[in-house]
Each structure stands twice: as structure tokens, then as C-alpha cells.
Nanobody, 124 residues
Framework: QVQLVESGGGSVQAGGSLRLSCVAS????????MGWFRQAPGQEREFVAA????????YYADSVKGRITISRDNAKNTMYLQMNSLKPEDTALYYC?????????????????WGQGTQVTVSS
């Protein structure tokens, strides 16, 4: 098993930046393909980005392409989400997730480990 803890959320104005971190403990971090999801109040959890075990492959939701970058440092057991040019519609609770079941996936149900989330609030 792996335990995931997110940090780095906060409140920023539109156009600002934040970097989220997800620290993993337990089983070898590099064994997992990782993803970021977000959930706004009253909405379903939605895919943001995913990264392969080595970090060589990444995938993004269309809504964040060009503004958000996912990365990982397996030596530090940490995954990152660099978010630039933030918009009010990016406001949500952001979750990191891990899967040892499938290849890169945009589907929340394919991830078997989740963090507790970190809040991102973007004001206009």
C-alpha cells in the first residue's frame, strides 16, 4: 500500500500560480502511475493530469493544457502540480491518486489510493 499527503494549496488571485505537492510513503513510489484530480462543490471529481512511473509520459485534461505541469521526483517520493495562469474555475479540492492497476488513466475509478486533498481557491 501507499499513503498520499497533498500540500501547497491556498488562495490566489486570477493569473497567479501555485505548486501542489503529493508526498508518498509506504510501498515504492516508482511502482505507481500517478494522477491529480479535482472536485468543486456540487460537481463530480474530474481528471486534471497523469504521469507515468518514470515521469516520461504525461497526460492533461484539455481545460488545463498549457497552464499546468505534472512532474515527479521518485528519489523524493513526491509528485508535483505546477499551476500557472490560474482561473476562478480552477477553484476546487485537489487530490493526488496512485494506481498499480492500469496504464495512464483519466478515470478516477482506476486509481486505488487517494490523498485527503488540498484546497485551491482562485479569486477574480
Amino acid at each position: 500500500q501507499v499513503q498520499l499527503v497533498e500540500s501547497g494549496g491556498g488562495s490566489v488571485q486570477a493569473g497567479g500560480s501555485l505548486r501542489l505537492s503529493c508526498v508518498a510513503s509506504g510501498r515504492t513510489f516508482s511502482s505507481y502511475r500517478m494522477g491529480w484530480f479535482r472536485q468543486a462543490p456540487g460537481q463530480e471529481r474530474e481528471f486534471v493530469a497523469a504521469i507515468s512511473r518514470s515521469g516520461d509520459s504525461t497526460y492533461y485534461a484539455d481545460s488545463v493544457k498549457g497552464r499546468i505541469t505534472i512532474s515527479r521526483d521518485n528519489a523524493k517520493n513526491t509528485m508535483y502540480l505546477q499551476m500557472n495562469s490560474l482561473k476562478p474555475e480552477d477553484t476546487a479540492l485537489y487530490y493526488c491518486a496512485a494506481t498499480d492497476r492500469v496504464l495512464l488513466s483519466t478515470t478516477a475509478g482506476n486509481y486505488n489510493y487517494w490523498g485527503q486533498g488540498t484546497q485551491v481557491t482562485v479569486s477574480s
